[in-house]
């Protein structure tokens, strides 16, 4: 075994060491808290190194297992799973730190299983992000939907029962009854599943029955939540709000796009899928999930409501950008990947800020609360901005080379959709901390804290990070997109 | 690939007779542990029986990699006048796998029974349990037509009397062993029907000797007759849809061993002779079989998985839950057979195997419960997984092969089966396949949910933990379906050579 596969072996092994380890000291919550931060800053240093090897040009490769003939569990890193990889670690750790104050905070039950299952979580996503072919993929994938059902339905009243069963309903229903026949019938038609540079398919496939199995992949992918496999999404919120943030915002969703990324640039390959007419269809049922999910997103009052519809759109926006047959797209999605993850767990973990000092979960109820809590609300309007796209924020640089693209490919449709949609989360995010920072005076002043002394500051620090990567990743875009140029073939 | 050609397991002149002790070894044990003085003498004949039939297996596994098949006429007389015995690769798979089922429900048998048997009963219901066993070993290693009907009836008899002793746990028992007599004997007797329309038509009734002579005679109407006959009979057996009215009472109200020993066996044993007539003795080429195959046995196969796996997810009691859910997987294997490639029969018989291994642990899981907590419905199961953890466990893994969860040996055969599915560019078949794995994520999901995620009512009778003796065997299937799952040359190569031995052909 070499240090490379080592390196492998090492992040899948690290957040299952996690898991375990963090199951047999439960008793002890500071211990327990102080090895799930422990593992999330080995995992970070692991990824950061896998990073480093597939910048180099040495990209780690390991086949694990062989359970059939012609069947591997395989690993193989490029640009676009190392980045998902070292942005998941990452923000596992900040968010691990998020949710000791906030599980504390609320002195929430059952704080071990959370612990456990969220490490299990990040075992899936660090498969997901490594696999070799889709076989693989699909292996992690599953381990995901599973290992996070308990963290949906965590406070086992009826409500959370019945979301859980929607969540894991769609999710699994989806991967069984759609994605599996796909891969199994790249499987055939190929002769393996392996993410191939330039498409696996290319040239052993017709348009038309790629094209199937293209519509097929983005369904059955339901954790891309296009419409109408999307209702787990919303319904996911009931969970704790550092699940929402981390996993609802980006491991489990991203995982989606991810999936559905790999299978445009490595199975399906560009040239293919200009041939096809499904992608066309396809990308105009995105365009309109885009414009469609920001206008439900503007009626929600409940803000953890709103934030998801917002995820739904932003999503598609990932989905599209993988449908469009030019490469320079697809390494717009990679960036667009990275960017709302950052902004979207930063408003998450406001939301759950404000719901731990105040209580309050509408958004109504937030008019004149961010006097209360300046920092929260300021790095809320950060987030805000940096998800709808506007300078000096790292958002804007893969929304602007996301409508580059569609308007380059004279995907017009597209381009209007995104920019409708920009403007509505415009109007559906910024005022939340407008208002909350300068209430109108007919405003009733806001209700006093729930909890003595606000938000613990363990939860603060993590916030302000988030924020302020999402700053920083405005002037640090080009170390991102140099990184991500080999998916592309070229820089954009 | 495996192979098994290096495997010498006992020495030449036992490993010559193997194909008859096989048969006998069992048989011997079930009249001494009819005699045995007390419960534990005749657990341990009953243990002692199943594994010598278990190496007997493996002398032959042996012997048919090494000569394909392996001929044995008993007593010494040849074919025509005396009894022959022809062991192929898919006879070698299947005493293997009724064998290794069997040393497994033997060893969960030492304190499987107490709940549910009365004591004074236990040395008879060993009795049962290894002339079933016996017919069983029997029914896949003869090469005579009709002296698969007798081993068929033998382990038939076994297994009525085994059903209905279940009446001293729920009284009904008694009509579920009824119905599934009367079922039972209709299926024997339309079997035996057939095979005495071949005989009229071929004067043989050596399998062999049946298939050459059938050759010539397929527009023959006594041999369609008889085919039909054979066909709807084995059907029955093999609680094939619409023929499976019988299985799902029986399965639920018999003693957990029972349930655990013919959910791996008995309906595996019918689908193994049905192939072997359908493949062997008759032609799958010719036009009525074909016939056969495309617009009775895969239609009826879909619906069995779509329809009965409906039914599992309404069923409020666990035992019928699973019962249904196996007529379903039985579904499965058949869809297999009807693709009538070597891929397809490969991947149905890996089915097979992988069904026999997760139904029989998640029967062994309910009957490790049984032994402290009287629980039928899903309702009843709430909180047992927080009491019997490792039980549960094992129960849960097995659950997610059947649920066909990747990494476990039942995603790995559906796998297969839709690989051969869209080989033969059989696409409806994967839609089916799909749409019955999704009603089957629902059924294994509410058990799941029950038992580990409801809060079990505060007056609630508790379970405990299994005891030793049954967590053992438990174990070891949940091993293997988790074990195969990661790697299944094993399983794989025993279904390949039994799908090409249906072909007549050697790996």
């Known amino acids: 075994m070499t240090v490379d596969q080592m390196l492998i072996l090492l992040a899948l092994a690290t957040p299952l060491f996690t898991a375990i380890a963090v199951y047999a000291v439960g008793r002890m919550p500071d211990v327990r808290e102080t090895l799930t931060l422990f593992g999330c800053i080995a995992l970070v240093i692991i990824t950061l190194s896998i990073a480093v090897r597939v910048g180099q040009g040495f990209p780690p490769a390991w086949v694990a297992a062989r359970p059939l003939q012609g069947l591997e569990l395989s690993f193989r890193l490029e640009p676009l799973g190392a980045l998902f990889a070292l942005m998941a670690s990452v923000l596992w750790g900040i968010n691990s730190l998020f949710s000791i104050g906030y599980m504390r905070g609320r002195r929430e039950a059952n704080q071990t299983r959370f612990y456990v299952c969220f490490a299990l979580a990040m075992f899936g996503t660090m498969g997901i992000a490594m696999a070799g072919n889709l076989f693989t993929l699909f292996v992690f994938y599953e381990v995901l939907t599973f290992s996070t059902y308990p963290l949906v339905t965590h406070k086992g009243d009826e409500p959370s029962r019945r979301a859980g069963r929607l969540y894991l309903g769609i999710l699994v229903g989806a991967s069984v009854a759609l994605l599996l026949p796909a891969i199994i019938g790249i499987h055939v038609l190929a002769g393996s599943t392996d993410f191939t540079p330039g498409g696996l398919l290319a040239d052993k496939v017709a348009p038309g029955l790629a094209g199937v199995l293209l519509a097929l992949v983005v369904f059955g992918a339901a954790k891309a939540a296009i419409i109408p496999v999307h209702a787990w999404l919303p319904a996911a919120m009931v969970a704790p709000t550092p699940v929402s943030a981390l996993l609802h915002a980006v491991a489990v969703v991203k995982a989606g796009v991810f999936l559905i990324l790999k299978a445009s640039a490595y199975i399906f390959g560009p040239a293919l899928i200009a041939n096809m007419r499904v992608s066309q269809y396809l990308l105009w049922i995105a365009a309109a999930v885009i414009v469609i999910a920001s206008l439900v997103a503007m009626r929600k009052d409940d803000l953890k409501a709103r934030l998801a519809w917002s995820t739904i759109s932003q999503l598609a926006y990932i989905t599209s950008a993988a449908l469009i047959p030019v490469s320079a797209s697809l390494f717009a999605g990679g960036l667009h990947m990275v960017t709302h993850a950052v902004g979207k767990i930063t408003l998450f973990m406001c939301a759950g800020a404000i719901y731990v000092a105040s209580g309050a979960t509408k958004v109504s109820q937030m008019s004149g609360l961010g006097r209360r809590m300046p920092i929260v609300f300021t790095c809320f309007l950060i987030g805000a901005l940096s998800v709808v796209g506007l300078p000096p924020f790292a958002g804007m640089w893969s929304k602007f080379l996301l409508l580059t693209t569609s308007f380059g490919s004279e995907e017009w449709i597209t381009a209007a959709a995104m920019i409708v949609s920009s403007l509505l989360s415009l109007f559906y995010l910024a005022p939340i901390a407008i208002r909350g920072l300068l209430p109108p005076a007919s405003d009733a002043p806001p209700a006093e804290f729930i909890r003595p002394g606000g938000v613990p500051g363990v939860a603060i620090a993590p916030i302000i990070l988030t924020a302020a990567a999402c700053i920083i990743l405005f002037f640090a875009a080009d170390e991102v997109t140099a990184f991500l140029i080999p998916i592309a073939g070229a820089a954009p | ?507």
């Open chain 2, 1 to 507: 690939v495996i192979s098994f050609e290096t495997l010498y397991a006992a020495p030449p002149q036992l490993m010559a007779h193997a194909p008859a002790l096989l048969v006998a070894g069992p048989l011997v044990g079930a009249a001494a542990a009819a005699l045995a003085p007390n419960s534990r003498w005749a657990w341990m004949i009953s243990v002692g029986a199943s594994i010598f039939a278990g190496w007997m297996a493996l002398c032959i596994i042996g012997e048919v990699a090494r000569h394909g098949v392996v001929d044995y006429a008993l007593g010494g007389f040849a074919p025509p006048i005396g009894i022959a015995f022809r062991i192929d690769a898919l006879g070698a798979m299947m005493a293997l796998l009724i064998s290794s089922i069997g040393v497994l429900a033997a060893l969960y048998s030492g304190h499987g029974l107490q709940s549910e048997i009365r004591y004074e009963k236990h040395t008879l219901f060993q009795a049962g349990f290894l002339l079933c066993q016996a017919g069983l070993l029997g029914l896949v290693s003869t090469g005579d037509a009709f002296n698969a009907f007798v081993f068929l009836e033998i382990s038939s008899i076994g297994t009525y009397a085994l059903v209905a002793i279940g009446a001293g746990r729920d009284r009904r028992a008694l009509p579920a062993a009824f119905n599934y007599l009367v079922m039972g004997t209709v299926g024997a007797t339309f079997f035996v029907i057939g095979v005495g329309f071949l005989y009229a038509a071929t004067g043989t009734l050596n399998m062999a000797d049946l298939a050459a002579r059938l050759a010539t005679l397929s527009d023959n109407r006594v041999v369609l007759a008889g085919f039909a006959f054979i066909v709807v009979g084995l059907a029955l057996k093999a609680a094939m849809f619409p023929l499976h009215g019988w299985l799902p009472s029986a399965y639920a109200y018999a003693p957990s061993l029972i349930a655990v020993f013919l959910s791996a066996t008995a309906t595996k044993a019918a689908i193994y002779l049905l192939a072997r007539f359908i493949f062997i003795v008759f032609e799958p080429g010719a036009g009525f079989v074909e016939l056969f195959l495309v617009w009775v046995l895969a239609p009826l196969a879909a619906a069995a998985a779509i329809i009965c796996s409906i039914q599992a997810m309404l069923e409020p009691e666990i035992r019928r839950v699973l019962a249904f859910s196996s007529v379903a997987q039985v579904g499965y294997m058949l869809l297999g057979l009807s693709i009538a490639s070597i891929a397809g029969l490969s991947a149905g018989l890996m089915h097979l195997l992988a069904h026999s291994i997760m139904k029989a642990a998640l029967f062994m899981a309910l009957g490790g419960i049984a032994i402290s907590l009287r629980a039928r419905t899903l309702a009843d199961f709430a909180g047992v997984g927080r009491d019997a953890p490792w039980t549960m466990a094992g129960f849960a893994i097995a659950a997610a092969s059947l649920m066909g969860l990747p990494l476990t040996f039942g995603f790995l055969t559906k796998f297969r089966l839709i690989e051969a599915a869209l080989a033969s560019d059989q696409i409806w078949i994967v839609a089916v396949i799909a749409v019955s794995s999704l009603f089957g994520v629902i059924y294994v999901g509410r058990m799941l949910e029950a038992v580990f995620l409801k809060p079990s009512a505060p007056s609630a009778p508790r379970a405990a933990e299994a005891p030793f003796g049954v967590l053992v065997p438990l174990w070891i299937l949940a091993v293997a379906s988790i074990w195969f799952g990661l790697d299944a040359q094993l399983p794989e190569s025993l279904a390949n050579a039994g799908a090409l031995a249906l072909f007549g052909e050697r790996p």
